[in-house]
């Protein structure tokens, strides 16, 4: 691991504290000669990270290997000189990569399609019967004592992460991986639209910023209860009816009723995950707290799938996973365009009830 600047610079002025000869120098810390161990030392920690990226990527057989080989990957473009483009693989930057000499900078990042990847180790097992239903994960047990290297990958469209494009690109991928991987080696490939995901939140925000209609307030308190609702609560709840609609203006702010402070922070948040990385209640629930006008969020359901396989009629349905701290999805990411976000607001009154 390569050592901080002020580590170095620790070490050097160390070693100068040896030399006699050098004590003659000024301490002053805008001295010329402490100027120089500074550039010494911020150069020297520039090559030790050379170095350490060189280390974790150039030896094959690790996970951070695949995953830069898998970015590395540029669709359409052939592994060996003999093809009729002449491209081949070279060695640089302490890895092999695609020979783009001929290309331009937007040739070149229109082919590299491989945008994320998460590059783990898994249990044969897990292959052999897939479990999609979430669970929290504390440590890999391969059972059989054999690893299959999985690798899970996504592109970007329309500015979104999307799945690669099984018929073309995803086979062209396989392709690549099972002719650089390691002979032997066991490498098992997904990529799956984002997985579902409905929440259901009571939140308490403040009236004074945010827009309420009057006429809602009872409905979403009576739909926050999570007790049992007396015979007179459920007989109102039942008045509203099934196809009750709240009014559309409910939980924006007043002043930019264009925005809609809750809806916003989840949808930030979702999006700022990184690929293959857990949903944490807790961290939602801070990133809601964090916007405008909210004073008390309360995430109350949780519920996810896996998308749906458009070659398969089964649809696997949502799981409950309100219980589960954290997980993470199957595809590595959320679907937003089909996220759904069930919202009881609530004004923050209590001060005045207790008045």
């Given at each position: 691991m390569a050592r901080t600047i002020a580590e170095?610079?620790?070490?050097?002025?160390?070693?100068?504290?040896?030399?006699?000869?050098?004590?003659?120098?000024?301490?002053?810390?805008?001295?010329?000669?402490?100027?120089?161990?500074?550039?010494v030392a911020t150069a020297i920690w520039i090559h030790e990270k050379i170095v350490e990226k060189n280390a974790l990527i150039s030896r094959p057989h690790t996970l951070n290997w695949y995953r830069d080989q898998a970015l590395n990957f540029h669709y359409g473009l052939p592994l060996t000189p003999e093809s009729s483009n002449n491209m081949s693989l070279v060695w640089k930057d302490g890895s092999y990569q695609f020979d783009t000499t001929n290309l331009n900078d937007d040739e070149i990042e229109k082919s590299k399609i491989i945008k994320y990847c998460a590059v783990s180790e898994i249990d044969l097992e897990t292959i052999l019967t897939p479990n999609k239903e979430p669970k929290e994960i504390f440590s890999d047990y391969f059972h059989n004592k054999v690893g299959v290297v999985f690798i899970k990958v996504a592109t970007e469209k329309d500015d979104k992460i999307s799945r690669v494009d099984v018929s073309n690109e995803l086979f062209a991928f396989k392709e690549y991986i099972a002719k650089i991987k390691d002979a032997g080696n066991l490498v098992y490939i997904t990529s799956d639209d984002g997985d579902i995901l409905k929440l259901n939140l009571n939140v308490y925000v403040d009236p004074l910023t945010i827009k309420i209609n009057p006429k809602d307030i009872e409905y979403y308190q009576l739909k926050s209860l999570s007790r049992s609702l007396s015979a007179e609560e459920t007989a109102k709840l039942a008045a509203y009816g099934e196809d009750y609609e709240t009014d559309a203006v409910n939980g924006s702010l007043i002043l930019k009723p264009e925005e809609f402070p809750v809806e916003d922070a989840v949808k930030n948040h979702l999006k700022n995950i990184e690929f293959n990385g857990a949903f944490v209640k807790t961290y939602l629930v801070d990133a809601i707290q964090k916007a405008e006008g909210i004073k008390i969020p309360i995430l109350k359901q949780v519920q996810t799938s896996a998308a749906k396989n458009p070659n398969s009629?089964?649809?696997s349905g949502l799981s409950d996973v309100s219980n589960i701290e954290y997980f993470i999805p199957n595809a590595g990411y959320f679907d937003l365009d089909n996220l759904v976000i069930d919202i009881n607001y609530i004004p923050y009154t209590f001060y005045r009830d207790n008045q």
């Open positions: 170095i610079q620790n070490e050097i002025l160390d070693e100068k504290g040896k030399q006699p000869s050098l004590n003659g120098l000024t301490e002053s810390k805008t001295s010329i000669w402490r100027l120089w161990v500074n550039i009629s089964e649809d």
